[in-house]
């Protein structure tokens, strides 16, 4: 049986423009969103997102027919994501580039305190490996099931389980040590330190 | 009885405390308060957490941590993003396949055919195999076909430009040294007399410049057209731009095409990301040249600057 999925791939396969334009026009606000989310920057999230809309054009053509379409984006949108998040912290470490302030586009509806929370959970994040910020940027912010970030990462949803946990662990034992250091009061402190000790 | 046994079902719950109780792992607890169980699964951990003080805790302290998390799901931008189809559009229709994606494109369907000729006939052994030749994938498979292909064609390349290389230096060779043992032919070192140098700094109508070209179909779009004449065809530039604001700032790599000639185009989302400068860095110089437009305006956006001013400034090692 052809799936829609099925028919768009053979389309953009023969390099459909109209199938292409309608497929970015229902992707790039959650892509674009995951990528500014995940890198921290509204303009080098745009130009991601770019950059992974037109791979899917260049490679669609050596993918099979059955592809989860919108995992493989995903996948390459986390690619390009983790590749520049790689960079950014080498040069970080070499000195050639300074930590930048988070993103103020990025703002969160709510009480003032979200704010501050929200400022919070980034910065711990960027202290985290950026795949595993990447796996609960999707599970937390995209809102992605662990059965649908498998088919992202190519993992079991147990591995998915299991890696989920490990992140929440690091990020509470990061936003432990974040929060008393800015002395808010507005957010409980974790008591429990994390088994790992990281 | 049977709610025990489950209970203690090893597949669920593997750690165990002082006292010999059987708890089930963390992660499974979180998936629990993140609502990814079956209903088997969530059930028999509701039962397991009723009556276990340990894992209650670890719950609440796991929602404590969702609650944090799930702040990145209210994120919301102040205002949206602004829309990158045309500019993907007009990517993707300016990209040519080049010889080797086309090669890989081809190994590809060749791989996918005869993987569904052999699924056909050995159903039980090669169907449950997992390999595959997709983009995304990192398998053994399709890294052995693309360096096995690297290998074939840096063989290939490396005959071909040493029979070429051979051809030349037999023809030199021949008139330096006809017969005899093996020599080698020193070139003459230059001497320290002034030589008239090759062209260095080319006329004016011969240097490489920028300029925008805007169309009105651009400027209806905000999107800016940035057009350089003169370059060397085939060299590899980098195009940089800062915003007035300092805030939007961009790198992008340009190929020079063979009418010496680049047109790049970006959106503008509003009149703070008018970049205030244009730097265009041909890296395929040695050295490097360093191609710079100032004065920037675009459209009805307040600045003080006049027309567009095309200024050249070659560097020997710029410093972006």
Redesign the interface.
Request: charged share 30%; aromatic share 12%.
């Given at each position: 049986m052809v799936t829609d999925v099925q028919v768009v791939v053979e389309r953009l396969k023969a390099r459909d423009?109209q199938t292409?334009?309608s497929l970015?026009?229902r992707l790039?606000?959650p892509v674009?969103?995951y990528l500014?989310?995940l890198v921290g920057d509204?303009?080098v999230a745009?130009?991601l997102?770019?950059d992974t809309?037109?791979?899917v054009?260049?490679?669609i053509?050596?993918?099979?027919s059955d592809?989860a379409l919108d995992a493989?984006i995903y996948?390459?949108a986390t690619?390009y994501g983790l590749r520049y998040l790689n960079r950014k912290r080498l040069k970080q470490f070499i000195g050639l580039e300074e930590r930048e302030a988070y993103d103020?586009?990025?703002?969160?509806?709510?009480p003032e305190d979200?704010a501050e929370?929200?400022l919070?959970?980034q910065e711990a994040l960027s202290m985290m490996k950026p795949k595993d910020a990447a796996i609960?940027?999707l599970?937390?912010?995209?809102?992605f099931?662990?059965e649908e970030i498998g088919q992202v990462f190519?993992m079991s949803s147990e591995a998915v389980?299991?890696r989920?946990?490990?992140g929440?662990?690091k990020?509470?034992a990061v936003?432990g040590k974040k929060v008393p250091a800015r002395k808010h009061v507005g957010?409980?402190v974790?008591s429990?330190q994390p088994?790992d000790g990281t | 009885m049977a709610e025990q046994k489950r209970e203690e079902d090893p597949e669920h719950f593997k750690a165990r405390d002082e006292g010999g109780m059987a708890h089930p792992d963390d992660d499974l607890l979180l998936a629990y308060t993140r609502g990814q169980l079956n209903k088997e699964r969530t059930s028999s951990i509701q039962r397991h957490i009723e009556g276990c003080g340990r894992c209650f805790r670890k719950c609440f302290q796991y929602e404590e941590a969702n609650s944090k998390l799930i702040v990145m799901h209210h994120m919301r931008l102040t205002d949206r993003y602004p829309s990158i189809v045309d500019a993907v559009m007009e990517r993707a229709e300016q990209w040519r396949p080049s010889l080797a994606h086309k090669v890989s494109e081809r190994i590809y369907l060749l791989w996918q055919h005869g993987r569904r000729t052999l699924v056909r006939y050995f159903p039980q052994k090669i169907g449950k195999t997992k390999w595959r030749l997709s983009a995304g994938s990192n398998g053994l498979p399709s890294t052995a076909v693309f360096v096995s292909l690297f290998i074939v064609l840096l063989v290939v390349a490396a005959f071909a430009f040493g029979t070429a290389a051979g051809l030349l230096s037999l023809n030199t060779s021949k008139q330096a040294t006809p017969q005899g043992p093996l020599t080698v032919t020193v070139p003459p070192i230059p001497t320290a007399t002034p030589t008239p140098t090759p062209v260095l700094s080319p006329t004016p109508t011969t240097k490489p410049y920028i300029h925008l070209c805007n169309t009105a179909a651009d400027l209806t779009q905000w999107r800016m057209r940035v057009c350089g004449d003169n370059f060397t065809p085939g060299h590899k530039l980098v195009l940089f731009y800062q915003s007035f604001d300092g805030m939007h700032k961009a790198k992008h790599q340009i190929t020079v095409d063979k009418q010496k000639h680049f047109e790049y185009v970006f959106k503008i989302s509003n009149c703070r990301s008018v970049p205030s400068f244009i730097y265009v860095l041909d890296y395929s110089v040695s050295g490097g040249r360093l191609v710079e437009l100032n004065n920037i305006s675009y459209d009805n956006c307040p600045t003080s600057m006049s027309t567009p001013k095309v200024a050249e400034t070659p560097t020997p090692h710029p410093e972006p």
């Open positions: 423009a292409f334009r970015i026009e790039q606000e674009t969103g500014h989310r509204r303009e745009l130009d997102a770019q809309f037109l791979q054009y260049k490679e053509g050596k993918t099979s592809l493989w996948r390459i690619n103020e586009n990025l703002m969160v509806a709510g979200q929370t929200r919070l959970v609960l940027q599970h937390y912010g995209s809102g099931t662990y190519q389980r299991k989920v946990a490990r929440v662990e990020f509470r936003y957010t409980p974790n429990v088994r | -």
